[in-house]
């Protein structure tokens, strides 16, 4: 479909991202043990868990910027396209093809719109930039309109886009997005959904964390739950949709009083991982 | 009011060379949130290089060489002494950079020792009248100069890419990070851009009427701090206007001196410092500083 698709390293073969018994660790504290996970070229893979279960720090561990929060890889691998990404500077990640969308946004807001998106593009060749910013304001025409506003004048839903369209600027093979519907209104979580499958369908592999489960496991093919640092399920999207344990403890149905999807997580204040009856109820009865 | 234009057109000159060495703090403190101060001895460097080879090569490429030795020095400490300074707080290394500059004055101070060096421009003493007002070459110069660095500067910071990567390390270096810029280049062009400007600024601070190069120029350098604090630290318009406020209290101060007596000698050194501590009680962050909101 696109030209644009092909990956920024051009990397050998069909391998995507694909991370091995990785152990990471802040200081003393132990935030991921034996992660195995993988996002094959093409894929939308999703990752659920409740705050502090270890999402974000996944994808910094990818990304490489643990760094920036004096935590580190103790063990295991990351790579991508069969090149390691564990070690490497973050820079270096974007150089081969996988950016991230930081998780709460993070756009310049002192700079405009046009220069967030140029900012997006530092990490890559100059004439890259151009096709990319086109195929951006085509996916996003409203950031056109806004080009030369300041972006911390944007509105929640319309930073998201300027987020997600500053990341493709670097004409990623992989994206990785850290919560992009947090905060935001259903519709808008709904139009952000729909851009996530035709970024996909550009031929962009996703690599999605979300604590609105409902609808990262309408968008991937496979997903992962991490709980406390381990991946605790992990299988085909629809088989884990349809699994009671995730129904209960993602999707908030099946259990008593509640029968629809929850937006976020209830189980937001303490990640315990416990399996007990008891945590059970406790986050039926937040949910209802 | 002659005697009051020439001082206001001195001040000016002056101040615009205090924004040059201003401009050089805010570079490096925005890139990497250090204070910089290490920064009079990066000039001092400039200027001795220029001193010691203009008589060998002549005027214009002893300047570029002073201007690509304090370039250098200014990479060289960034890359040998700050980047491998693994300790948490900036305090640390702005501390750290004390220390550098301690090192890198002893040794320039030795070397200069009790001489006067000139530099060998080609103004020389020479003088423009300009209707009632006379005016020193070289501050015309100087004025001419440090403003199209300052207005080449400010169209690079806006329009580049070099800028762009620059401005958006300063507002949020991991994000930055996570767009592909290269923290470790930003940094180091930081350094480099801020060590030649001190260079230039090195270069008007030692001529006409000033009899050159000694000892004492690395405190003439320590004037610009206060022209940066006072501005915001973090604003490039700041540093300009902290400049320029700088220089013309300090020429008016000290050209009205006899007028002041009662304050007692050598006012014009102490007023940029009063001055500052008089803008940061009314406004911390300085006049174009942002108020940065705590981060969590």
């Known amino acids: 479909m696109s030209g644009e698709a092909g990956p920024a390293s051009g990397g050998p073969g069909k391998r995507g991202l694909e991370v091995v018994g990785l152990e990471v660790r802040y200081g003393p504290v132990r935030a991921l043990r034996g992660v195995h996970l993988a996002v094959p070229r093409g894929a939308v893979a999703a990752v659920l868990g409740a705050n502090g279960a270890g999402k974000t720090t996944l994808l910094r561990a990818v990304s490489g910027t643990l760094r920036f929060h004096r935590g580190a890889i103790t063990s295991g691998t990351v790579s991508f396209g069969g090149s390691r990404l564990d070690g490497a500077q973050a820079a270096a990640v974007v150089r081969r093809g996988v950016v991230q969308v930081p998780e709460g946004r993070r756009v310049f807001g002192r700079m405009t719109v046009a220069e967030n998106l140029r900012a997006g593009a530092l990490g890559v060749p100059g004439r890259r930039a151009a096709a990319a910013r086109e195929r951006v304001l085509e996916l996003f025409p409203v950031l056109a309109e806004r080009a030369h506003q300041r972006a911390g004048l944007l509105s929640g839903g319309e930073q998201q886009m300027l987020a997600i369209g500053r990341a493709l600027m670097a004409g990623p093979s992989l994206l990785l997005l850290d919560e992009p519907t947090l905060g935001l209104a259903p519709l808008m979580a709904a139009r952000i959904a729909d851009t996530v499958r035709q970024i996909n369908a550009q031929g962009t592999s996703v690599l999605l964390v979300e604590q609105n489960a409902a609808m990262a496991l309408a968008l991937a093919e496979r997903a992962y739950v991490l709980e406390v640092g381990e991946v605790t399920l992990s299988g085909p999207a629809a088989d884990l949709a349809a699994s009671d344990e995730v129904r209960r403890r993602y999707l908030g149905v099946g259990a008593p009083d509640t029968d629809r999807p929850v937006g976020t997580d209830p189980g937001a204040a303490d990640g315990h991982q416990s399996h007990e009856r008891h945590e059970r109820t406790r986050l039926a009865r937040w949910t209802a | ?296």
């Open chain 2, 1 to 296: 009011m002659a005697v009051f234009l020439e001082l206001l057109v001195n001040g000016i000159s002056v101040g615009a060379v205090y924004a040059l060495i201003a401009l050089g703090f805010v570079v490096i403190f925005k890139a990497t949130e250090v204070v910089n101060f290490t920064h009079a001895s990066l000039l001092l460097a400039g200027g001795y290089v220029i001193a010691r080879l203009h008589p060998l090569v002549g005027f214009w490429a002893a300047l570029a060489a002073g201007i690509a030795a304090a370039a250098l020095v200014g990479a060289l400490v960034e890359f040998l002494i700050l980047r491998r300074a693994h300790v948490g707080s900036r305090g640390v290394l702005a501390i750290v950079t004390i220390g550098v500059d301690i090192l890198l004055t002893t040794e320039l101070t030795r070397r200069i020792g009790t001489e006067v060096l000139a530099l060998g421009d080609p103004w020389g003493d020479r003088v423009l009248r300009l209707g009632p007002i006379t005016v020193a070459e070289t501050r015309v110069v100087a004025l001419a100069v440090a403003a199209a660095l300052i207005v080449a500067f400010l169209l690079a910071f806006k329009f580049t890419g070099w800028g762009v990567a620059m401005r958006a390390t300063a507002e949020d270096a991991e994000t930055a990070a996570l767009m592909g810029v290269r923290l470790g280049r930003v940094s180091l062009s930081a350094w480099a851009v801020a060590g030649a400007l001190a260079a230039v600024a090195a270069m008007f601070l030692c001529v006409f009427p000033t009899p050159g190069l000694d000892r004492g120029t690395a405190a003439a350098a320590m004037k610009a701090f206060p022209a940066a604090i006072l501005g915001g630290l973090d604003s490039t318009t700041g540093a300009l206007a902290g400049g320029l406020i700088v220089g013309v209290t300090e020429t008016l101060m000290s050209g009205y001196q006899s007028e002041l007596a009662f304050l007692g000698r050598g006012i014009g050194d102490a007023a940029p410092f009063l001055v500052m501590i008089v803008i940061l009680l009314l406004r911390p962050s300085g006049l174009f500083g942002t108020k940065e909101p705590a981060r969590v």
